[in-house]
């Protein structure tokens, strides 16, 4: 479709928590932005703090040149079937959710131009009120390689991903959601379990948080996400991550056995040594 | 003993790693600070940077009013036992290890006085060159509550405590490895057991480093902890490590339970209220 000002692509913004929200501001004087949230409050906030120069309902934001929906991944597949009908031929349609097979399935039956859409970035305190105009600089941005992109439409997408400060990976949904089960997914589910067994021993000793240090802050940073989010990428990748738990388990069993063997000191450099390069 | 100076306790720092040298350079104008490392260049650097004062053979050091033991945790025992009959009857044996049992069984044995000591503080990134002067400030400092302290040793040691800026904690040394077996331990265990298996999958998928976000990063920080170190901490409360890893293990089944169930948003809402009035 055409664009409202010559230079400028128009955005449409389907959620306006951390992600979209911050997407909203890093696009500030570099695109049309036009956003939508179910809270009405959200809304006020995002205009504001200049998150989106316009709200918009559904029908009039789908006009746009990309429609990016930011909702908790588990609510994308039905966001897309109930609005069917109304996509625009012409518009590329995005999402920023945490697993790409079950959104990408559902994009493939819209009438629209479609790629999923991943950016590596975020924080444990989500909502508009933590969003963040640095927030994707230097990440990585997924893109699905199961997309109906034309070479126009590509550059349009790849704009968008540059004016962010991102970087474009482009990545099957399958080996997405394989490789974010073990980096992401997994780790949260091994987080929260940790802090949870935990509270269930707290009832045992009572002050075993005050001598809680930095490294049990650390590890446990991610269970304080946002639950709603954080149960949507589990459970749209569930087969995944129980195989990754169970996997897990053994790897838990093996280091004591290693431990045991005292042969630890050479298994603890090993990982040292691999993480080190990485962080 | 007598102090050398009026108004100044003397410390003798065994051990100038991060713990050893930074306990040094907090104390710098508030104690004469002798120190001694294994290693001469450490012992160099030490002195450099002005975490100590002068360097002491271990038989001049052990002269002074109090006598810090820090090096990894299963040495402690050994060195303890090794050097029994030249501690000084009117000195205060103390130690900075990670577990107590086996620090304070051995110190009873010694004809000094004597107290555990665990200051719950530290970095990945170890040894002198890491060293800091604010490491200690606001933690607590564990003490055990097995000594055979005087009041007049007892106030040495608390005004050790305070002037490097910690608070200090008394507990026994059981409840003290086994509370720190849960925040600290089974922590490092669980961090470096998940690095270890994403290692063993890299080998399937070359890349999967490349899409980790912060989440994963934080999850494994302390697996980069000191292998040497983080080891003796292990191995020296490994009855403890062993049932809470078992535990662990019921936990992450369960909570895989609760996701299939439906019920795992209640789950992680009860977790993130509980850890976000932690932190």
């Known amino acids: 479709m055409k664009q409202l000002e010559?230079?400028?692509?128009?955005?449409?913004?389907?959620?306006?928590?951390?992600?979209?929200?911050?997407?909203?501001?890093?696009l500030k004087g570099k695109w049309l932005r036009y956003g939508y949230d179910i809270d009405r409050d959200v809304v006020r906030e995002a205009l504001e703090v200049g998150a989106i120069d316009k709200s918009l309902s559904i029908e009039e934001g789908?006009?746009?040149?990309?429609?990016?929906?930011?909702?908790?991944?588990?609510?994308?597949?039905?966001?897309?079937?109930e609005n069917r009908d109304k996509?625009?031929?012409?518009?590329?349609?995005?999402?920023?959710?945490?697993?790409?097979?079950?959104?990408?399935?559902?994009?493939?039956?819209?009438?629209?131009?479609?790629?999923?859409?991943?950016?590596?970035?975020?924080?444990?305190?989500?909502?508009?009120?933590?969003?963040?105009?640095?927030l994707f600089d230097g990440k990585i941005f997924v893109l699905t390689e199961e997309n109906n992109l034309t070479e126009e439409k590509k550059r349009i997408v790849l704009k968008l991903v540059r004016d962010i400060?991102?970087?474009?990976?482009?990545?099957?949904?399958?080996?997405?959601?394989?490789?974010?089960?073990?980096?992401?997914?997994?780790?949260?589910?091994?987080?929260?379990?940790?802090?949870?067994?935990?509270?269930?021993?707290?009832?045992?000793?009572?002050?075993?948080?005050?001598?809680?240090?930095?490294?049990?802050?650390?590890?446990?940073?991610?269970?304080?996400g946002d639950p709603v989010m954080s149960y949507?990428?589990?459970?749209?990748?569930?087969?995944?991550?129980?195989?990754?738990?169970?996997?897990y388990i053994d790897t838990l069993k093996e280091v004591i056995d290693v431990i045991e063997k005292g042969k630890f000191k050479e298994l603890a450099e090993k990982v040292k040594e691999r993480r080190d390069r990485i962080w």
Request: avoid cysteine.
């Open 6 to 26: 010559d230079s400028f692509f128009s955005i449409f913004i389907i959620g306006l928590g951390l992600i979209g929200g911050s997407l909203g501001l890093s």
């Open 62 to 81: 789908l006009k746009s040149d990309i429609v990016v929906i930011s909702i908790p991944v588990q609510f994308i597949p039905y966001f897309i079937r």
């Open 165 to 224: 400060g991102s970087f474009p990976v482009f990545i099957s949904a399958d080996d997405h959601d394989y490789i974010l089960g073990l980096t992401s997914h997994l780790p949260y589910v091994v987080s929260l379990s940790l802090f949870y067994y935990l509270m269930k021993k707290e009832k045992d000793k009572d002050n075993i948080f005050k001598f809680a240090g930095s490294g049990l802050r650390d590890t446990t940073r991610i269970s304080s």
């Open 87 to 134: 996509f625009y031929k012409d518009s590329i349609l995005m999402d920023t959710g945490s697993t790409k097979r079950v959104v990408v399935d559902e994009m493939r039956k819209v009438d629209s131009f479609f790629i999923g859409g991943h950016p590596i970035a975020g924080k444990e305190k989500g909502g508009i009120k933590n969003i963040d105009s640095h």
């Open 232 to 247: 949507g990428m589990i459970k749209t990748n569930l087969d995944h991550v129980k195989r990754f738990i169970s996997e």
